[in-house]
C-alpha cells in the first residue's frame, strides 16, 4: 500500500506557520499519507471514516482530531455533504505552543501516544466553526496577524478540548491533585506505582484515597493500574516487545496478576488483544 509523504514545503510560504481552509466532500484526501507538520481537523457538516494508523473510526458533525507528525492517515466513505475544517501547523509554531504550556501541562505526555478524536456539543462546535472561519480570512489579510491567531487557536485547542478530557480530568480539581496526576503519567513513576503517589503528592495514603474517590471516583491503586494498563495496550499495539516484557516495563513482576487486570480492563487477554489490532484492513474496504 503506498503511502504518501507530504511536506510543510509543499503548502506554506515563507513566514506561514499554518494555513487554515474549509475542505469540502470532492476535495477530501482519500489516500493514505503522513507529513511533517500537526494537522486539526473539524468535521462541519456530514460523516466520513477516518483512517488513523490503519484503524478504522467513525467521523461525523462536531468531530475534532488532532493528528500528529508521521500519524498515517485518510479520509473515506464520506457523504455528499461531507465538509471539514482544516488546520495545518508547522511544527515549529507547535513547539511555541507546546513551549507555552509548558511541562507540567501534561501536553508532551498526551503527545507520545495516538489521540482520539474530540465529539463536541453543538454549541462548541458552532463557536469553533466560526474561529476558523476567521482564521481563514485572516491569512488573507495579514501573515503577522494570522501567525498570532493560529497560536492563539492552537493553545486553546490543546487546553479546551484535548489536555483535559484525553487526561480525563474533572473541571473541578485541586491543582495539587491535577499535577501528582500529570507526574503520575511519566513512566518511572507509574511503574513504582503507590510508593511514587505517595511521595509525589507528600499526602498520608489515608487523605489521598479520600480525595481520589471524592475528585476521581477511583482508588489510587485504581487510578494506577488504569496507567499501567493503557500504557500496556499502546505497547502492545506499536512495539514487538513480548507480554512478559511489557508487564514488567509498565510495573507488574507477577505476570498472573498483569493478565486478571488486562482482561478485566479490556474484556481480553493481553495475547488476544495484540491479534485483535493485528488484523488488517481490507483492502477493498479501503
Known amino acids: ?40 481537523f473539524l468535521v462541519c457538516s456530514g460523516s466520513a471514516t477516518h483512517y488513523i494508523n490503519f484503524k478504522e473510526k467513525s467521523i ?8 500528529r507528525p508521521d500519524d498515517v492517515h485518510c479520509f473515506r466513505k464520506g457523504t455528499k455533504n ?25 501536553v508532551y505526555q498526551m503527545l507520545e501516544t495516538e489521540i482520539a478524536p474530540v465529539q463536541l456539543q453543538q454549541g462548541e462546535t458552532a463557536s469553533l466553526i466560526k474561529t476558523l472561519e ?15 491567531q493560529l497560536k492563539i487557536t492552537v493553545i486553546n485547542l490543546l487546553a479546551d478540548f484535548f489536555l483535559e478530557r484525553v487526561l480525563h480530568l474533572p473541571s473541578e480539581i485541586p491543582n ?11 513512566p518511572q513513576n507509574y511503574q513504582e506505582g503507590l510508593t511514587a503517589l505517595y511521595r509525589i503528592s507528600r499526602k498520608s495514603p489515608e487523605y489521598l484515597c479520600r480525595i481520589f474517590k471524592k475528585h476521581l471516583n477511583k482508588t489510587p491503586t485504581e487510578f494506577i493500574n488504569e496507567i499501567r494498563i493503557d500504557n500496556a495496550k499502546f ?19 507477577n505476570l498472573s496478576h498483569f493478565y486478571h487486570l488486562f482482561k478485566e480492563k ?4 493481553p495475547k488476544a488483544f495484540r491479534e485483535y489490532l493485528s488484523q488488517d484492513i481490507p483492502l477493498e474496504e479501503v
Open 1 to 40: 500500500m503506498k503511502i504518501e509523504y507530504y511536506s510543510e514545503n509543499t503548502w506554506l510560504f515563507s513566514g506561514d506557520d499554518g494555513i487554515c481552509t474549509k475542505i469540502p466532500f470532492s476535495n477530501m484526501d482519500a489516500r493514505f499519507h503522513k507529513h511533517n507538520y500537526y494537522e486539526f
Open 60 to 67: 461525523s458533525t462536531g468531530t475534532l482530531a488532532l493528528i
Open 82 to 106: 461531507f465538509s471539514f475544517y482544516n488546520l495545518l501547523v508547522s511544527k515549529s509554531a507547535m513547539d511555541t505552543c507546546l513551549a507555552f504550556l509548558g511541562n507540567q501541562s501534561g
Open 134 to 148: 476567521h482564521l481563514t480570512v485572516a491569512h488573507e489579510l495579514s501573515m503577522n496577524y494570522f501567525n498570532t
Open 176 to 186: 495539587w491533585l491535577g499535577l501528582v496526576v500529570l507526574e503520575m503519567q511519566k
Open 235 to 253: 505497547a502492545l499495539e506499536y512495539t514487538n516487545h513480548t507480554i512478559v516484557e511489557i508487564s514488567e516495563d509498565v510495573g507488574y513482576e
Open 266 to 269: 479490556t474484556g481480553m487477554s
